[in-house]
């Protein structure tokens, strides 16, 4: 997964921000526009794998707001 932060290319497309609670569940903040569909399964899948931790506890909340 990528974060971009501060010194992260101009042209990074998105990112995501992980929140690791107290309890064991993470949450995924991701700011990715959904092309088709199962964005949200998607990520957490890959999530799940990387951490080797049940995909249950992974909690992925897309916050994209496209008026201006």
Request: zero cysteines; glycine letters at 4%.
């Amino acid at each position: 997964l990528f974060r971009k932060a501060s010194n992260s290319p101009t042209d990074a497309i998105s990112g995501v921000v992980l929140t690791f609670n107290i309890y064991g569940s993470i949450n995924v903040n991701s700011v990715a526009v959904e092309i088709g569909s199962s964005m949200k399964t998607t990520l957490a899948q890959i999530l799940a794998v990387k951490l080797k931790i049940d995909i249950n506890t992974v909690h992925v909340m897309i916050n994209l707001n496209t008026m201006v």
